[in-house]
């Protein structure tokens, strides 16, 4: 993930979703952020937002939207400060 200086791309780039939100003109528009948090090792993917979750949760492809994650938390977040929140308790 990387901090301060170094951080990675993950956080880079959710700073700038909240920035181009925060900079948008459009009075008319709302904007609902969610995020899921996912750890995938030795073909073994876990909910990294729910901990207590330990069994292995499946992928599956839905034929009109892709590839997710069957039984994947998400969270809605209101800035990026959230987001890192959120990493900083998962790396705890």
Known sequence: MG??????IIPLTCREL???IDSSK???????VQVSY???YNEHIQDL???????NLKLREHP???PYVEGLSNLIVN????????ID???K
């Open 49 to 55: 937002l729910n901990p207590k979750n330990k069994e």
């Open 3 to 8: 901090y301060g200086e170094d951080k990675g």
């Open 26 to 32: 459009n009075p008319n528009v709302t904007y609902k």
């Open 64 to 66: 009109t939207l892709g």
């Open 38 to 40: 996912i750890e995938i």
């Open 18 to 20: 909240f920035n181009r």
């Open 79 to 86: 800035s990026f400060q959230d987001i890192e929140n959120l």
């Open 89 to 91: 308790e998962v790396h």
